[in-house]
């Protein structure tokens, strides 16, 4: 509690133009109790209705028009509040500098209307959500308590009950926080269950599209394989062409040499047919001189032997003849018998020397032969070989070109890839992909990317449900915390209220409690307001069970023991007393005096259309009266002067 001397108002006036039945009134405002009297009609509730409208109230008492507030003939109306900003431990109530704000709102005939601070034009929002973090709320009814505030609250619904002492004991935030929490937790498990129903049906479109993308995939590897396939068969053509070129090389080669070695030898063939051919020539030279010399000596036989017949056949008839003829004859024949065997041992001789030369003749005729058919076999070959090499270089040349074709279009397919497979092998293998590939036939092209599609949703739901399940226990952990929390608020609010309560009433011989319906269910809970009078048993407070007198003051004695719990800097009641009998109307108005004499910190309005029975100097009296048709507004010095 603030000392008198510490305490300052909220409001330090409220300025009037062209409201209601002010033409311009203004109405000065003090800390602590300040209390509005006059006569019924005099425009009392004004000062409430217009405060509460210059503090952003959404609706007017009884459902007024925002136009009907401006005064009869008139255009615009406008009602102006002085607010105290002077700093309080060094911290300014409201953001702005100035130690007094001007907070205004203007109303047009036509029902527009707008509001300035300090004269600048200010946003609706901002006014309430600024005056808000203060407690002041001018839609709460337990903070501006218009006429007919008991019977309106009397009939409010437990809920609503509730709703409103949060807001006027600044503990709404509490249920604001846990059903935002709740309502997160909420969110969290419809988003959590949107979630698994969204991963189920992910999971099943994926399975239905996972064979053709197994297919796909296998697709890719075989188109793969055979673009590898069919790269590995142009360079197996390569090699073949290759291997094909090596060898006939190597054939050519080999021809070569066989030619030159053939050619060597044929050569040496030739020496040798030469060399059995001058043998031969040599042999048959000497066989003929034998054999002409034979010939010679078989003709100089033949003269003998003729000679010797002849002589023989002449030797009977010359024995006659001269001696001497006989003796020529004789030697003759002598001589020729002689020649004839000499003739004869020299025949004899040739012959057998021709004879014995013979088998050699034959054996060179023969070796001569031999070595002119192993000639002329190795000339054949040889020329047979020369004709082979020509074909083989003429293969070379053509085997060349063929791989230079074979290389460049490999190179085209890719970089060469040895292989030890045969190109049959590398072939087989393509008709056998090939093959494959017919037997898979043809899918949607998409299928592969509508899989991974559903593959990354799925993955990423996946990550969504595990994150919301962890934001699921930590949220629902935060929710019984708040919930915990709030209980604990209340639970002390209700135990401070029903001390008071309990007490007010007792001084009116009444008793009464206060409990919480449904406490276990933030979205239901309520305040249910009980009270005896008569010594009876306590009741819920209604509009049926209790006379106006006794719900009124079950009200006003509610709102006294919250005054405690209330932080708005600023509360108002109108007219709480109309239907009390005198003496509960004096107990109530005393009690009042009695909160507020100590209590300069809160700044309280009471409008009572009645003359307090005794005067307190530490309260505020104002006096309203209507002169003519214009409500006016005084200071009174004393409640039995109303002056």
């Not at 003359?611 to 002169?627: C, E, G, L």
Request: hydrophobic residues 35%; charged residues 30%; glycine residues 6%.
């Amino acid at each position: 509690m603030e000392s008198v001397e510490e305490g300052k108002a909220f409001i330090k006036e409220v300025i009037l133009e062209n409201f209601l039945s002010y033409d311009y009134g203004r109405v000065l405002l003090m800390p602590g109790l300040n209390v509005v009297m006059g006569p019924n009609g005099a425009g009392k509730s004004s000062i409430l209705l217009a405060i509460s409208v210059a503090l952003g109230q959404a609706s007017t008492e009884r459902s007024r028009r925002l136009s009907d507030l401006v005064k009869r003939g008139r255009d615009i109306s406008r009602v102006t509040l002085l607010l105290d900003n002077s700093p309080v431990k060094g911290k300014r109530p409201l953001p702005y500098r100035a130690d007094t704000i001007h907070l205004s709102r203007y109303i047009r005939k036509d029902g527009t209307y707008w509001f300035e601070i300090d004269f600048k034009e200010a946003d609706k929002q901002a006014v309430v959500e600024t005056l808000g973090k203060l407690g002041l709320n001018p839609d709460n009814m337990l903070i501006m308590m218009h006429q007919g505030f008991g019977d309106t609250f009397s009939v409010v619904r437990p809920e609503e009950k509730l709703a409103l002492v949060e807001d006027a004991a600044g503990l709404a935030s509490y249920r604001t926080s846990l059903l935002e929490a709740k309502e997160r937790l909420e969110a969290i498990t419809t988003e959590e269950d949107e979630k698994k129903e969204e991963l189920e049906t992910a999971k099943t479109t994926l399975a239905h599209w996972q064979e053709n993308y197994e297919k796909s995939m296998k697709i890719r590897s075989l188109r793969e394989e055979l673009t590898s396939l069919r790269i590995e068969e142009a360079w197996c053509r390569v090699q073949r062409e290759e291997e094909k070129l090596s060898s006939l090389v190597q054939r050519i080669k080999e021809a070569q040499d066989t030619i030159d070695g053939m050619t060597v030898k044929l050569e040496e063939e030739q020496g040798e047919v030469e060399k059995r051919y001058k043998a031969l020539t040599e042999g048959l030279e000497g066989v003929a001189k034998e054999e002409r010399n034979l010939s010679r000596l078989r003709a100089d036989l033949a003269v003998v032997e003729h000679g010797s017949k002849t002589y023989s056949a002449l030797k009977t008839p010359l024995e006659d003849a001269p001696k001497d003829l006989n003796e020529i004859i004789k030697d003759a024949l002598l001589s020729d018998e002689s020649r004839l065997k000499t003739l004869e041992d020299e025949i004899s001789s040739l012959e057998r020397g021709i004879g014995a030369e013979s088998p050699k003749l034959v054996a060179k005729i023969e070796n001569y032969a031999a070595a002119r058919e192993r000639a002329a076999v190795l000339d054949y070959r040889l020329k047979e070989k020369r004709r082979e090499l020509k074909t083989l270089e003429g293969q070379k040349a053509t085997a060349e070109v063929e791989l230079a074709e074979a290389t460049a279009s490999a190179s085209s397919t890719g970089p060469r890839i040895p292989t030890p497979r045969s190109l049959t092998d590398v072939q087989l293998a393509i008709k056998v992909d090939e093959a494959q590939l017919v037997q898979l036939g043809d899918i949607p092209r998409e299928a592969e990317q509508i899989y991974h599609d559903f593959e990354s949703k799925i993955r990423e739901l996946s990550g969504r449900l595990e994150k919301l399940r962890e934001n699921k226990e930590a949220t629902l952990n935060e929710v019984n915390d708040r919930f915990k929390v709030w209980r604990k608020q209340l639970d002390e609010l209700v135990s401070d209220v029903n001390t008071s309560f309990g007490r007010i009433l007792s001084l009116i011989g009444a008793s009464g409690r206060v409990r919480i319906l449904g406490e276990d269910d933030p979205l239901k809970a309520g305040i249910e307001i009980q009270v005896a009078f008569r010594g009876q048993d306590l009741v819920p407070l209604d509009s049926y069970t209790q006379s106006g007198g006794e719900r009124s003051s079950s009200v006003t004695a509610f709102l006294l023991a919250l005054q405690e719990r209330i932080v708005s800097p600023f509360r108002a009641v109108d007219e709480f007393d109309v239907h009390m009998d005198p003496s509960s109307r004096e107990t109530f108005i005393r009690a009042l005096h009695d909160y507020f004499k100590g209590d300069r910190s809160v700044q309280y309005l009471v409008i009572t259309p009645g003359t307090p029975a005794f005067y307190d100097d530490s309260a505020h009296y104002i006096m309203v009266q209507k002169v003519a048709s214009s409500s006016q507004v005084k200071v009174a010095k004393s409640v039995s002067q109303g002056e």
